[in-house]
Nanobody
Framework: QVQLVESGGGLVQPGGSLRLSCAASGSRFSFINMGWYRQGPGKERELAATISGGGTNYADSVKGRFTISRDNAKNTVYLQMNSLKPEDTAVYYC?????????WGQGTQVTVSS
């Protein structure tokens, strides 16, 4: 059974930083794409950043502030978030895709507030 275990969320002041981690396990197949999505209060879920063999992709709202990376040996994806703003407040979800399936984590809360 595939599991995605997220960690690293929390409360941070505007301008601060957080690093999210997502460890994926249990798949017979390689994860060809991993990434982070987020859902703010009263908003729909949206892409934050993804990473695959073809490179990285970022939402315009996070470009220059967030960096996604991946440790293939550990099947772990990271999201380094710098210069955080109150509008970054959201539940952040890890997503991992194989050739045939898409998996989601339970989500981790990120709150940016003074």
């Amino acid at each position: 059974q595939v599991q995605l275990v997220e960690s690293g969320g929390g409360l941070v002041q505007p301008g601060g930083s957080l690093r999210l981690s997502c460890a994926a396990s249990g798949s017979r197949f390689s994860f060809i794409n991993m990434g982070w999505y987020r859902q703010g209060p009263g908003k729909e879920r949206e892409l934050a950043a993804t990473i695959s063999g073809g490179g990285t992709n970022y939402a315009d709202s996070v470009k220059g502030r967030f960096t996604i990376s991946r440790d293939n040996a550990k099947n772990t994806v990271y999201l380094q978030m710098n210069s955080l703003k109150p509008e970054d407040t959201a539940v952040y979800y890890c997503r991992a895709r194989t050739m045939t399936n898409t998996y989601w984590g339970q989500g981790t809360q990120v709150t940016v507030s003074s």
